[in-house]
């Protein structure tokens, strides 16, 4: 009866974990209406606002929720790719080390304000 036990439980660990790995194709369906040239930058915008697609408790979100919050992340990020890299790389404190927290909120919200000018 224990190798049973065994056995079972056994299998049941070895499933879950093959359906942990499983790929979604949620970035292929988002990025299919893309121009060609565009077609690396809306990719990674996708997975990136993709893997954010989480509710308060850490599940991923589905349905209306889901679609209404990656329309929502693809509009703040439109455009604001190469803005947000630079300004990450001068959010730098008067010590020479990188801002962190509230400060660095503001930094960003201003510099990329900035930018968009």
């Given amino acids: ?24 194709s949620s970035s292929s369906a988002t990025s299919a209406g893309a121009p060609p040239a565009a077609g690396a930058a809306a990719a990674a915008q996708a997975t990136t606002c993709a893997s954010r697609a989480v509710d308060k408790n850490g599940k991923p979100l589905a349905g209306a ?41 503001s930094f960003m919200k201003k510099c990329q304000a900035d930018a968009a000018k």
């Fill in 1 to 24: 009866m224990k190798k049973f036990i065994l056995a079972a439980a056994s299998f049941m660990f070895t499933a879950s974990l093959a359906f942990a790995q499983a790929p979604s």
């Fill in 65 to 105: 929720a889901k679609n209404s919050f990656m329309k929502k992340c693809e509009a703040e990020n439109k455009g604001q790719g190469s803005a947000a890299a630079s300004c990450e790389a001068k959010a730098v404190g008067k010590n020479g080390k990188p801002l962190a927290g509230a400060a660095k909120a």
